[in-house]
């Protein structure tokens, strides 16, 4: 070997980590048969001059205890060898130098990583026998006792952990993995360590008592906030605890929204039920009824009346008796209709609103509407034709047959007018009716803004999604801007 003495090697090593290790303990060395890189450095150790009877000692515990180790890593023993070579030099540590800065990096740094030379370190003092190794050397021999320490506070946290009630799962996981690095900082007697926890401690306030349970039943078991573990419960899992209750308390007034929003929905949906109550109470009462029955005869009649002045006009020059004839016909067919609706006209009540008042804007409207004004055509010319057979028939087989003839059309347009057939004129009511269901609650009638307005995570849509669906529930009574938009709409139609 090149090396002479003792500092020598300790350089050789710190300059060429990789290498040092590859040819003292890698290769045939392994696998039980001795490699000539490990039999010249045993050879080399022996015939080193000038130990002390301690230096021999440790030594021997080197060579045997370490060196000769089979379940101990390359690495480890390498380092136990930099130890015992060089203690006043610089730990190195697969080539890179270890202090008690870096040290209480890793534990800030790379319990929180997956990569990087922090999360390495980090992985490597988890492994085991590290803290050890490196207490050889006088910078770092404060750490003398620390790795059997770390452990027993390690095992006493986990058995902690384990029986913690209602732990979250994120926090659980924690507690059997990163936890770990913040019992070792708060086991090493370095200030640097000591500041970023102290730090730590201090950022989070905790939650007040009685609100998170676990929390609680944590505090009252980990020995106080100057043990290791009370430490790393008011560092760590303090912000476990405040994020929890900070997200119960979001929760609970979100709930508390939800549910002032389902009672003023509730209330409205009473007030909407009251309203149409109300409504069908008017529209069904004997009054209405009656007011109904008396607008269907006027309505009936007035159709009935002007279709007799035809009549008159067709055969009353010529034949005044078939125009006669022709006259109660027209009369017997209008009672039959009036008598197969009013049954219709009853239910409807105050519903029923043909346009008795308002004839000249329901005529307006009919000449505005092209397929309206084909459709008075087609029935004014049918009815034209009807009249003129109808006296045809009167002419020439004579009024008993034409009678009997007519009973059948007496008869349908009794079950027509009983089966619907007429205009009821209650367009009104039955948009009344269908936006009532439509808006019940459970009804499915909920606009799919209003639905996804609801489930959103702003407040304030939530809130304008609640105003337009309560707005759902109101404007049943009559009057009120709702009649008014329907009877626009009706005038736009």
């Not at 009630?165 to 019992?183: D, K, M, T, V, Y």
């Not at 219709?344 to 346009?355: E, N």
Request: proline share 5%; aromatic share 8%; net charge neutral.
């Amino acid at each position: 070997m090149a090396v002479t003495t003792r500092e020598e090697l300790a350089a050789a090593i710190r300059g060429d980590w990789t290498a040092a290790r590859r040819q003292f303990f890698e290769g045939a060395a392994t696998t039980g048969a001795p490699s000539d890189g490990w039999l010249s450095l045993l050879a080399w150790l022996h015939d080193l001059d000038g130990l002390t009877a301690d230096d021999l000692t440790a030594q021997i515990e080197l060579i045997d205890h370490r060196l000769r180790d089979d379940g101990l890593p390359a690495d480890l023993k390498l380092l136990h060898l930099l130890g015992w070579l060089d203690p006043e030099g610089e730990a190195v540590w697969r080539g890179t130098v270890v202090t008690p800065e870096s040290l209480s990096e890793a534990l800030r740094i790379g319990r929180l990583r997956e990569s990087g030379p922090e999360w390495e370190l980090y992985r490597d003092l988890c492994e085991g026998g590290l803290l050890d190794a490196l207490s050889r050397f006088t910078v770092l021999s404060a750490l003398r006792g620390t790795q059997r320490t770390w452990d027993e506070v390690w095992d006493s946290w986990r058995q902690l952990a384990a029986r913690v009630p209602g732990l979250p799962p994120e926090a659980r996981e924690w507690a059997e993995s990163g936890a770990r690095g913040l019992l070792l900082a708060a086991l090493l007697p370095y200030s640097e360590s000591k500041t970023w926890l102290r730090a730590g401690c201090e950022s989070v306030a905790p939650p007040p008592t009685g609100e998170i349970t676990w929390y609680d039943w944590l505090r009252a078991r980990d020995g106080g906030s100057d043990t290791p573990i009370g430490c790393l419960v008011r560092a760590d899992f303090t912000a476990f605890a405040t994020a929890q209750a900070e997200q119960r308390r979001r929760q609970a007034a979100v709930d508390r929204q939800n549910q002032q929003a389902m009672t003023a929905l509730d209330a409205a949906s009473a007030l909407r039920d009251r309203q149409w109550a109300d409504y069908e109470s008017r529209r069904l009462s004997p009054t209405a009824r009656s007011g109904a029955v008396i607008r269907a005869a006027l309505w009936l009649g007035a159709w009935g009346a002007a279709t007799i002045p035809v009549a008159w006009i067709m055969w009353g020059w010529a034949r005044p008796d078939i125009a006669a004839t022709m006259s109660w016909y027209l009369v017997a067919l209008t009672l039959a209709a009036y008598a197969g609706w009013l049954p219709r006209v009853i239910r409807l009540g105050a519903a029923y609103q043909p346009p008795l008042r308002r004839m000249r804007e329901w005529a307006e409207e009919a000449r505005a509407d092209p397929g309206s004004v084909r459709r008075g055509l087609i029935r004014a010319g049918a009815v034209v034709g009807a009249l003129l057979i109808l006296g045809v028939l009167l002419h020439d087989v004579g009024p008993i047959v034409t009678t009997i003839l007519v009973i059948p059309l007496l008869a349908a347009a009794f079950y027509f007018a009983r089966i619907g057939a007429l205009h009821d004129w209650a367009a009104e009511h039955r948009e009344r009716l269908r936006d009532y269901r439509s808006r019940r609650p459970g009804s499915g009638g909920i606009p799919e803004s209003i639905a996804r307005g609801v489930q959103s995570p702003s407040a304030r849509v939530r809130a304008d999604a609640y105003q337009a669906y309560m707005r759902q529930f109101i404007g049943v009574h009559h009057g009120g801007k709702d009649d008014a938009d329907r009877k626009n709409d009706r005038r736009s139609r």
